[in-house]
């Protein structure tokens, strides 16, 4: 299964792509995971992009296209992936075509407000990438990751201007993109507002 999660920023892409790779046994490939990590070990790539993902603006298309292109051929990537945060313009969509062919795009719905909410109270653990919410999904210790035992983090990226320009980057960049694939046919819209586990169930019943 060859599967792109759309959406705005906070709408709980990544944690139900955490939980849907295990449905399909297909990889989660996020490109927001990747930059981090490479920005965490310092690479080459990670000191271009960390000023850019702090003001939550987009890194180069050509940047990006890159990455994920030697991504997908991994062997992992062969038989089936959930891409979640590419593509997010026009130009990648486009690329992305001359990559694969996709089987579907699920669509993440949110109201404005709510994303807001849960951007704002998302918490990390930076070693392990592993998200919380202070109200929705709290740790069992406040402010401590459940298993490594290290202290939680706000992503530069969630802070409110970050916040309110990833928004509108959204608005402008991104979400052409649901017209774009609802004319190909390949658009799924799942209401985004439920828990975790009820937008994973209703995903999988529309994907069947
Ligand atoms: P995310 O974790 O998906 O919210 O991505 C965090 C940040 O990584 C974004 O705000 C961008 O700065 C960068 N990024 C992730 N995916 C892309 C993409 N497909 N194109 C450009 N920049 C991206």
């Known amino acids: 299964m060859k599967l792109v999660f759309l959406g705005p920023p906070g709408a709980g892409k990544g944690t139900i792509a955490v939980k849907a790779k295990d449905v399909y046994s297909i990889p989660h490939i996020s490109t ?7 920005i965490r070990k310092e690479t080459e790539l990670g000191k271009k992009v960390k000023a850019i993902l702090a003001s939550g603006d987009l890194v180069p298309d050509e940047v990006t296209i890159a990455m994920v292109d030697n991504r997908l051929k991994e062997d992992d990537a062969s ?17 992305l075509m001359e990559m694969t062919a996709l089987d579907r795009v699920v669509n993440f719905v949110l109201d404005k407000e709510e994303i807001v909410k849960r951007l704002s109270g998302r918490r990390v653990c930076k070693s392990t990438g592993r998200t919380y919410h202070i109200i929705y999904n709290p740790p069992k210790v406040e402010g401590i990751d459940d298993e490594t035992g290290e202290p939680l983090i706000q992503r530069d990226d969630d802070k409110e201007e970050a916040i309110r320009n990833r928004l509108e980057v959204y ?11 609802r004319q190909k046919g390949l658009l799924v819209d799942i209401d985004a507002s439920k828990s975790p586990d009820e937008v994973l169930s209703s995903m999988v019943e529309a994907l069947r």
């Open 79 to 95: 038989a089936g992936f959930i891409l979640d945060g590419f593509p997010r313009t026009i130009a990648q969509a486009d690329a």
């Open 171 to 181: 608005e402008a960049s991104t979400a052409p993109l649901i017209d774009y694939y």
């Open 32 to 38: 927001g995971d990747l930059f981090r990590e490479n």
